[in-house]
T-cell receptor, first 113, second 110 residues
Framework: DAGVIQSPRHEVTEMGQEVTLRCKPI?????LFWYRQTMMRGLELLIY????????DSGMPEDRFSAKMPNASFSTLKIQPSEPRDSAVYFC???????????FGPGTRLTVT | TQLLEQSPQFLSIQEGENLTVYCNSS?????LQWYRQEPGEGPVLLVT?????EVKKLKRLTFQFGDARKDSSLHITAAQPGDTGLYLC??????????FGKGTHLIIQP
């Protein structure tokens, strides 16, 4: 089975541009999580969905960040406008119903110049 | 907010040595998980501990959950270069999502 798929793997953009990160969870997993990882702050939970519904977005840093999950097999994380401090690796993870273990994608390394 | 503190932050040892890394919190967790992350990849689950005092072994890796379910340790016996990576502990999960520690960067030198 394919694992969690993320695209793009690398994104370099200029400050002020819109960035869209994409994630396809493992089939059958009903929970999806977006994380951001930096050396300074480690792995931070941004938002997560259960059955396509956003449950907790308290980790989203500010209004420039938004996430959607239009169906069970696709989610996006959008940053508009992007800023240099958004540079990080963004991970998507999914899990089965009622199970704590999460399966991570390979991440998107975002660089905002 | 439940916080997990991991120590040491960095550890570099020679192949064949033993080591222990720690994950501590002031909060009680229903379960704790250990992940390993290699450069350019996402974290991969190693083990989940659920019961206070539980010990789980995965080849040369031994994981222990504290009696009060507030802390955990990972002990590696006879470390090998392939053990190199970032070791993350995480607590919670389910309806509340996971809280991750900042991890221990482990380097095993041949």
């Amino acid at each position: 089975d394919a694992g969690v798929i993320q695209s793009p793997r690398h994104e370099v953009t200029e400050m002020g541009q819109e960035v869209t990160l994409r994630c396809k969870p493992i089939s059958g997993h009903n929970s999806l999580f977006w994380y951001r990882q930096t050396m300074m702050r480690g792995l931070e939970l941004l938002i997560y969905f259960n059955n396509n519904v956003p449950i907790d977005d308290s980790g989203m840093p500010e209004d420039r960040f938004s996430a959607k999950m239009p169906n069970a097999s696709f989610s996006t994380l959008k940053i508009q406008p992007s800023e240099p401090r958004d540079s990080a690796v963004y991970f998507c993870a999914s899990s089965l119903p009622g199970i704590d273990e999460q399966y991570f994608g390979p991440g998107t390394r975002l660089t905002v110049t | 907010t439940q916080l997990l503190e991991q120590s040491p932050q960095f550890l570099s040892i020679q192949e064949g040595e033993n080591l222990t890394v720690y994950c501590n919190s002031s909060s009680v967790f229903s379960s704790l998980q250990w992940y390993r992350q290699e450069p350019g990849e996402g974290p991969v689950l190693l083990v989940t501990v659920v019961t206070g005092g539980e010990v789980k072994k995965l080849k040369r890796l031994t994981f222990q959950f504290g009696d009060a379910r507030k802390d955990s340790s990972l002990h590696i016996t006879a470390a090998q270069p392939g053990d190199t990576g970032l070791y993350l502990c995480a607590g919670g999960g389910g309806a509340d999502g996971l809280t991750f520690g900042k991890g221990t960067h482990l380097i095993i030198q041949p």
